[in-house]
Structure formats: C-alpha cells, structure tokens
C-alpha cells in the first residue's frame, strides 16, 4: 500500500477528504468510504460526469480535488479550473435564489389576488365617493369672477352647513354624537376630547373602514376578506368577533345603553355605525364646503378656504397602503389641488401675493410634481420682482420632474422662464438656468 493514499467520501456532507484529515466532526467516520488516491484524470472525468447529470455540488468537489494534484507542469489548468469552480459555486447560489424568489412570488401572487378579490367587492361603495371634479368657476367671458370675502362662515345665509358636534352633559344615559377626523391623523372626538381606541390594531382598522363607507356599514365577510384574506371562515371569524368586542368596549366606555345597541350594532351579518347616535367626519364638512362654494360666486373664496382649513393631510394616512382608501384618498387630494389652485389664482388676479404663494405652496406640499403649482409660483414671484426666486423655482420643478417623473417641463413652462430671462435683471441677481 505505499504509496497509495486513502479517500474518504463524507456521504452526509458529500465532501473527499485524505486519510489525514479528519472529518467535520466525529460520527461522521462511521459514513466514509476509503478510495484509493484518484489520479487527476479521474477526478475531472468524475467531476465532468457529475455536472452533466446536474450534480453540480458533487462536481464542484471533485474539481476542487483536482485542482490540489495539479503538478507544476500542468499550473496552467489552474485559472480554468478556479473560474469553473467559482462560477459553479455562483450557479447554486443563483439556483437558490431563484428558488426563494419564486416561492415568495406565488406568496405574493396569492395575496394580490385576495387583495384583488376583496376590492373587486369594495369598489361599488368606493365609486359612490368619487364625483367628477367640476371646473372653477367662470363668468360668461370664461374669466373667474371670484371675490374677496372674510366674512365668518358663519355668517353666510343660503349654506346650512354641518353642525358642530354638541357637548351633551355626560351623565351616562345616552351616547353623544361622535366626530371623527379622517384627515392627518385619525382621531375620534366625543364631547370635544379625544376618544382613548382600543390597542387591537384590528379594531382600529375596522372602525376606520365603517367611518370612510357611504353608509358606515360593512358585512363580516367583507371584513374578514379585508383583515384576513387567507385564513379560512372558521379561523377569520373569532378573531373578528375579538377585534369587534375590543372596539365596542372601548367605544362605550362610561356609557350606558341597551342590549344590542351601542356605537357599533350587527344586524343580519352586517355591522354599522348606530343610527341612532349622530356621526359627522371632518370629511363630510370638507366636501360640504366644496359644494357650497361651486354653487355660488360670492363666498366661493371664503367657503374654498374653510374647507381647505380642514385637510391637515391625506385621508387616513394610516391605511396608505391599503387598496379600499386609495380611491377615497386620491379624489379627496385632487378637491383639495383644485380648490387650492383656484385660491391660488384668484388671489394672483387681485396682487394679493401673499396669499397666493401661500395656495400654491400648498399644492406643492400636496403634490410636488403639480407642474402647475409650480407655474404659478414662478408667475408670483415675478409679479413681486422676485426674479431669482422665481429661476430657482424653475430649477427645482425641473429636477424634481427630471427625477421623479423622468420628463421635462412642459412647454407653457419653458415659455414661463423666458419671458423672465428676457425681463430686467438690473434689480435682481442673475441665475443660471
């Protein structure tokens, strides 16, 4: 047996390793089978059988193998051997990849389509909330015919709009009318002060989704759907009954009521907001506004200014991502751009520039890509000889189109900043665009 030397394949690792190495640990001996000293031939002609049956882990160690008989002589094989090794090792790791990537795609495809499922049957109350946006306001020569009004909302006669919510004496034996802010953050006022909502994020949600539908109701197999879209009916439905009893107990507390009633009531599989108990939303307010001020030329400024005063940010930005708010949400922000555009514009009629950059900062805040809002603040600072400001202002709307959108400005805004180039700098520094 001299000069022979043992092989020892490793079955549970399937590695080769000599008779002088031990194995990676110690019961793994009982699993090696001894091989006389394979010449280099052999391991590649074993590693090159390997890797075309795709056993390419099995190959990659008998290239490896092989590699350490190189003789001097045959150095050059080296490099060929490296990069084969190398690139194999790359292959399973590829291979791996693709496998995990594909597991968390069908995952993925299997939630969309839920996802989808559930919103294909949310849609018809969402489509109840989305009316076509109207245009401003004009006289019979197309020109805005807006004037300026700071008389209280209050004082306004034709516009019966929503009541405040009333601070009813809190002695337990009725439930006061709850207001609900859906703008910023969602917030739930009883008597004025905050409402303390239960810790069940679920309830939370649910009680989120009642308030933004038409009719502030939703059956519990729409919820189970929204909330828990893959669990099956049997295992949906105590954890809906739990997120349901957790809201309701944190909803009347310090209340009393009958059986049965309460600020959230079920009836037929379907649970509601209780008629009962008047509701009112800061959204509801908002549109109210809106409305009003389309109907008249008067207090259109006023009325547009009071309904803006209440979207302090997106609608329920705590369900962003959520495919039911989404429609809600971006209706609400084009009424919000649309009001504020027309402020905007009216205040710039009337040199009141002030006000003006005000709206249409706003708009920019709302949407930093309203190529318009940028327009129109360019217009404004040029109108207060402000001509730096309005070239950086033309530098940005053009990076953030650039980045954000991969376009750029549209012609009509190209025209805005030559007609500043051309104006006179003498009073201002000059910037380059």
Known sequence: MNGIKKWGYCVQCRLYFSAECSPLFPEQAALTVELEDPSLVSLLERGLQCAQQEHYAEGTTFFALARERLSPAQVHLSASLNALIDISTSYRQAQQALHEASKRFAEADSAQQAQLAALEKLLPNLMGNTSTMAQPLTNSNGHQQLQTLRTPIANFTGHQLPAEPQLLPEDG???????????????????????????????????????????????????????????????????????????????????????????????????????????????????????????????????????????????????????????????????????????????????????????????????????????????????QGRRSEALQQFQRCERVLREELAVQPLPETVQVVQMILKSDPSSDDEVKI
């Open 173 to 383: 034996s009725a439930l006061p009318r709850l207001y609900f802010i859906c703008f910023g953050r969602f917030e739930v006022k009883r008597l004025g002060k905050p409402v303390v909502l239960c810790s069940n994020r679920h309830g939370q949600t649910i009680l989120r989704y009642l308030v933004a539908q038409s009719g502030h109701c939703a059956t519990s197999d729409t919820l189970m759907t929204l909330l828990w879209p893959e669990d099956e009916p049997e295992v949906a439905q105590p954890r809906l009954h739990t997120a349901i009893c957790a809201l309701r107990r944190s909803l009347n507390h310090g209340y009393t009521y009958e059986p049965g009633y309460g600020y959230i009531v079920c009836k037929n599989r379907t649970y509601y907001l209780s008629t009962a108990v008047p509701i009112q939303t800061d959204v509801d307010q908002f549109l109210h506004y809106y409305r009003a001020g389309r109907q008249t030329n008067e207090e259109s400024v006023a009325l547009y200014e009071q309904a803006c005063s209440l979207y302090t940010g997106p609608f329920l930005p705590e369900d962003k991502y959520a495919d039911w708010s989404f429609l809600q949400r971006e209706h609400l922000s084009r009424v919000y751009i649309d009001m504020c555009r027309t402020l905007a514009d009216h205040y710039l009629k009337f040199k009141s520039y002030e006000d003006a950059e005000k709206w249409a900062t706003a708009m920019l805040k709302e949407n930093h890509c309203d190529e318009a809002a940028h327009r129109q603040l360019m217009q404004i600072y040029t109108a």
